[in-house]
Structure formats: structure tokens, C-alpha cells
Nanobody, 125 residues
Framework: QVQLVESGGRLVQAGDSLRLSCAAS????????MGWFRQGPGKEREFVAG???????RYADSVNGRFTISRDNDKNTVNLQMNSLKSEDTAVYLC???????????????????WGQGTQVTVSS
């Protein structure tokens, strides 16, 4: 069983930067594929970024070049650095873990086994 707790979400202005963190429990964290998803008001949950156990990363087109995902296996954390934020980035951001040790981080939500509760990011224009 893995527990995920996100933090860092808050109200920011368009163009600002924000860093989200996800703390994970479990001794095998370094083998997990990790992902960030988001769900805006009235929208489907969508993939934002993922990182494999070997640090291979993938990004949604909408955030590529603005967001950076990273992991610290010693601290059992995965981070999402978000730059040049836009109003359309407003959403609840959720951290997810894939226990299958994927070579490439998956982008589909059903491929992830564990989820956090989410942290709210609001970007004001």
C-alpha cells in the first residue's frame, strides 16, 4: 500500500511559478512510475507529467516546456515545477503512482494504482 500526499497548491497570478510536491510512503518508492494529473472544473482528469524509475519523463503538450517533473528517491518525493502559469492551468493537481515499474511513464489514469487527494492550483489572470 502506498500513500501519497500533495502540497504546494495556492492562488497565483498568470505568469507566476509554483512548485508542487508529493510525499510518498513505502520502501519501494524508487521502483514506481510517478505521475501528475489535473482536473479542472467540469473537466476530465488529464495527464500532466510522468517520470519513470529511471528518470524518463513525459509531458502533456499543453505543459511541455513550462512544467518540469523530478523525483528524489532518498526523500520519497516527486515534484512538479510549474512556470509561466496560465489561467487554463487552474485545477486540482493529483499525484499518482504506478507500481508496475514502467520503463516509460504511462499517461492513462487507469495505469496508475495509487492516488493522492490533490492540491488546488488557481491561476488568476
Amino acid at each position: 500500500q502506498v500513500q501519497l500526499v500533495e502540497s504546494g497548491g495556492r492562488l497565483v497570478q498568470a505568469g507566476d511559478s509554483l512548485r508542487l510536491s508529493c510525499a510518498a510512503s513505502g520502501r519501494t518508492f524508487r521502483r514506481y512510475g510517478m505521475g501528475w494529473f489535473r482536473q479542472g472544473p467540469g473537466k476530465e482528469r488529464e495527464f500532466v507529467a510522468g517520470i519513470s524509475y529511471s528518470d524518463i519523463t513525459r509531458y502533456a503538450d499543453s505543459v511541455n516546456g513550462r512544467f518540469t517533473i523530478s523525483r528524489d528517491n532518498d526523500k520519497n518525493t516527486v515534484n512538479l515545477q510549474m512556470n509561466s502559469l496560465k489561467s487554463e492551468d487552474t485545477a486540482v493537481y493529483l499525484c499518482a503512482a504506478d507500481g508496475e515499474a514502467p520503463l516509460i511513464p504511462p499517461t492513462r489514469r487507469w495505469e496508475y494504482d495509487y492516488w493522492g487527494q490533490g492540491t488546488q492550483v488557481t491561476v488568476s489572470s
